[in-house]
Nanobody, 114 residues
Framework: VQLQASGGGLVQAGGSLRLSCAVS????????MGWYRQAPGKQRELVAS???????KYADSVKGRFTISRDNARSTLYLQMNSLKPEDTAVYYC?????????WGQGTLVTVSS
């Protein structure tokens, strides 16, 4: 299973970014997927998740600002991030679980300047 995240970068507060995660080695359409993030000195936290049936959940801190989506034809997961805040600065990881084993991408750094 491989997850390749991209799309991070430096953005000013109030700006937007879209993260992508290309997935291989699994039947993408059957897998629940998610995005986690880890800020310096903090624990990794779940940002958003999407089930194989397109059900979504969000952390309270990003509700109304972030949107998770998936393109099964392209085996790609997305995270649209709007109205970014400095506290959104973190390394973002895409995630999936296969047969009770967790898999993570390599992470993509998002830095939001004030």
């Amino acid at each position: 299973v491989q997850l390749q995240a991209s799309g991070g970068g430096l953005v000013q507060a109030g700006g937007s970014l879209r993260l992508s995660c290309a997935v291989s080695g699994v039947i993408f359409s059957l897998n629940d997927m998610g995005w986690y993030r880890q800020a310096p000195g903090k624990q990794r936290e779940l940002v958003a998740s999407i089930t194989s049936n397109y059900g979504t959940k969000y952390a309270d801190s990003v509700k109304g600002r972030f949107t998770i989506s998936r393109d099964n034809a392209r085996s790609t997961l997305y995270l649209q991030m709007n109205s970014l805040k400095p506290e959104d600065t973190a390394v973002y990881y895409c995630w999936t679980v296969v047969r009770y084993a967790n898999y993570w991408g390599q992470g993509t750094l998002v830095t939001v300047s004030s």
